[in-house]
């Protein structure tokens, strides 16, 4: 069965130090993977897209890997702050064209400071 | 840019009374908008893909009579929870893009309470 997954329900780390958030995915084979961020209440907020044949996509202290041989995505952000504390979402477009894009479970981190 | 409105915020109301929600891209046309429900601590849960001007298709096990989705038009998408009842409560966000590989914009989504 296709699944997605995120490490850890909870991530906490000290303000300062680069956090790293983990997605797997099994049985999918994605064009497109996409990062968001999820404050409480609120919609998810677009972070990151990396394609299928790109390795490594950044954006200021933000940088997302891609590998598609281990089927895994790993999620950087460099300095963290508290203000970076939030719920973050890997979400998955396979190709065809279908524009279905599934969502995975979310890592909560929590940045102290 | 790319800022989708979602109104209203949160609706309270009896068992029985049918809720529209409204969700609108403001500054870019949507082809297509997503409608997703979402429960406390859990992912998203995509109920249903729309594209301008044709119908909504659902995902597995959303009952299409009990949620109605009109995307009549680029900017305007809107579902309504048919006869609403208790297990209908829930957090429900919807999203819009454009073609292409691009990202999906989200709304800040609807609490809905029914009592």
């Known amino acids: 069965s296709q699944k997605i997954e995120q490490n850890s329900e909870a991530l906490n780390i000290q303000e300062g130090k680069t956090a790293t958030l983990t997605c797997n995915y099994t049985n999918y084979s994605p064009a497109y993977l996409q990062w968001y961020r999820q404050d409480p209440g609120r919609g998810p907020v677009f972070l990151l897209l990396?394609?299928?044949?790109?390795k490594e996509k950044r954006k200021e202290r933000l940088k997302v890997t891609f590998d598609t041989t281990l089927k895994q995505s790993l999620f950087h952000i460099t300095a963290s702050q508290p203000a970076d504390s939030a719920t973050y979402l890997c979400?998955?477009?396979?190709?065809?064209?279908?524009?279905?894009?599934?969502f995975g479970t979310g890592t909560k981190l929590q940045v102290i400071p | 840019g790319a800022v989708v409105s979602q109104h209203p915020s949160w609706v309270i109301c009896k068992s029985g009374t049918s809720v529209k929600i409204e969700c609108r891209s403001l500054?870019?046309?949507?082809?297509?908008m997503f409608w997703y429900r979402q429960f406390p601590k859990q992912s998203l849960m995509l109920m249903a893909t729309s594209n301008e001007g044709s119908k909504a298709t659902y995902e597995q096990g959303v009952e299409k009579d009990k949620f109605l989705i009109n995307h009549a038009s680029l900017t305007l998408s809107t579902l309504t929870v048919t006869s609403a009842h208790p297990e209908d409560s829930s957090f429900y966000i919807c999203?819009?893009?454009?073609?292409?590989?691009?990202?999906?914009?989200f709304g800040d989504g609807t609490r809905l309470s029914i009592l």
């Open positions: 999203s819009a893009r454009s073609p292409g590989p691009q990202p999906q914009h």
């Open positions: 979400a998955l477009e396979e190709s065809g064209g279908y524009q279905k894009v599934t």
């Open positions: 500054d870019f046309q949507a082809t297509t």
């Open positions: 990396i394609r299928e044949n790109e």
